[in-house]
């Protein structure tokens, strides 16, 4: 039986390196969680899309999924955008248990940690 997995959901964007912060909190999770198979999918101009993702994933025997979206605040695209997305993929795979949280900017303990982070730029000479 494959592990359960988490996608961190990201819009994507045409330069590579933007995808960096994304790949290195992936591989933070991976390290801390090797029980689960962590990986990256994206709304747009990047791959794996978040379908396509999820396909791999049920071909390699996953049957549960959290998809965490890597977002700020939760604005059109986690709002409008995932949820047509996620009905589709529940369509395609109705044997997988997927789930959705919240935008990662709308937790209290991720808005502390930037908090923290701004404030120690003050510090910063």
Wanted: net charge negative; aromatic share 6%; hydrophobic share 45%.
């Amino acid at each position: 039986m494959a592990k359960p997995s988490l996608i961190l959901f990201a819009h994507g964007a045409r330069d590579p390196r933007w995808a960096e912060p994304f790949q290195r909190l992936r591989q933070i999770l991976q390290a801390q969680s090797p029980d689960i198979d962590v990986s990256l999918a994206f709304l747009e101009l990047m791959s794996p899309r978040l379908p396509e993702r999820v396909a791999q994933l049920v071909a390699e025997g996953c049957t549960e999924v959290t998809v965490v979206p890597v977002f700020f605040g939760q604005g059109g695209h986690v709002l409008r955008d995932l949820p047509v997305i996620l009905e589709q993929i529940r369509k395609d795979h109705p044997q997988l248990a997927i789930k959705a949280s919240p935008a990662v900017g709308e937790s209290e303990e991720v808005l502390n940690a930037i908090a923290g982070y701004c404030l120690g730029q003050m510090r910063v000479q």
